[in-house]
């Protein structure tokens, strides 16, 4: 059962513009909601994350927007560019531990 | 920010033979280690979690006895991937987490071929 579903699977934006990825999660017990970022041959590394008790963190171009009622999450990014072109995976967790992961987002800026 | 490191970045082996992957944590110390499998365009599929001084910690699934994971210190951890079959070929991903904060740090992976 996949604890976490993340959409789309692939996304295509105009360089400027804005990326937004969705995540839904069923396990109310999940307590750390991170993204990351993930570039050919490397390993993920961490983009920004959130906490339920807070609906929206932002950091620079990249805000998450938290729905705790409906148990989702997004990842919004600003002025999206060039080298922002990656998979993004979304992440959910609990007591510090185990990560469950989306099933990332492949991200295309065009010039 | 924190450091993991992981050794070897690729590697290629013949059927059969086993395989040792080390990932560690170079300027901080690592309560516990994860261990991932990401097959092409796939997500990171979580196969054990181990934590210093004790027995890993396996996913359903994973098999224990062929995926050997030693956690022999805070900043090490290894995992040995026995009697090697093509269908093991993947990129192989540790992380580890401080203790101290909320997020796992991870590794650049290993990718492992197996002919």
């Known amino acids: 059962q996949q604890q976490v579903k993340q959409s789309p699977q692939s996304l295509i934006v105009q360089k400027g513009g804005i990326s937004i990825i969705n995540c839904a999660y069923e396990?109310?017990?999940?307590?750390?909601f991170p993204w990351y970022q993930q570039f050919p041959g490397k390993g993920p590394a961490l983009l920004i994350a959130i906490r339920p008790d807070v609906s929206e963190k932002k950091e620079g171009r990249f805000t998450i927007s938290f729905n705790k009622s409906a148990k989702q999450f997004s990842l919004h990014i600003m002025d999206s560019q060039p080298g922002d072109s990656a998979t993004y995976f979304c992440?959910?967790?609990?007591?510090?531990?185990?990560?469950?992961f989306g099933s990332g987002t492949k991200l295309n800026v065009k010039p | 920010g924190a450091v993991v490191s992981q050794h070897p970045s690729r590697v290629i082996c013949k059927s059969g033979t086993s395989v040792k992957i080390e990932c560690r944590s170079l300027?901080?110390?690592?309560?516990?280690m994860f261990w991932y499998r990401q097959f092409p365009k796939q997500s990171l599929m979580l196969m054990a979690t181990?934590?210093?001084?004790?027995?890993?910690?396996?996913e359903q699934g994973v098999e224990k006895d062929k995926f050997l994971i030693n956690h022999a210190s805070l900043t090490l951890s290894t995992l040995t991937v026995t009697s090697a079959h093509p269908e093991d070929s993947s990129f192989y991903i540790c992380?580890?987490?401080?203790?101290?904060?909320?997020?796992?740090?991870f590794g650049p992976g290993t990718r492992l071929t197996v002919l």
């Open positions: 992380s580890a987490w401080t203790g101290a904060s909320d997020t796992q740090y």
């Open positions: 396990n109310t017990a999940f307590d750390y």
């Open positions: 300027d901080f110390q690592a309560t516990t």
């Open positions: 181990s934590n210093e001084g004790s027995k890993a910690t396996y």
């Open positions: 992440a959910a967790g609990y007591n510090f531990n185990k990560f469950y």
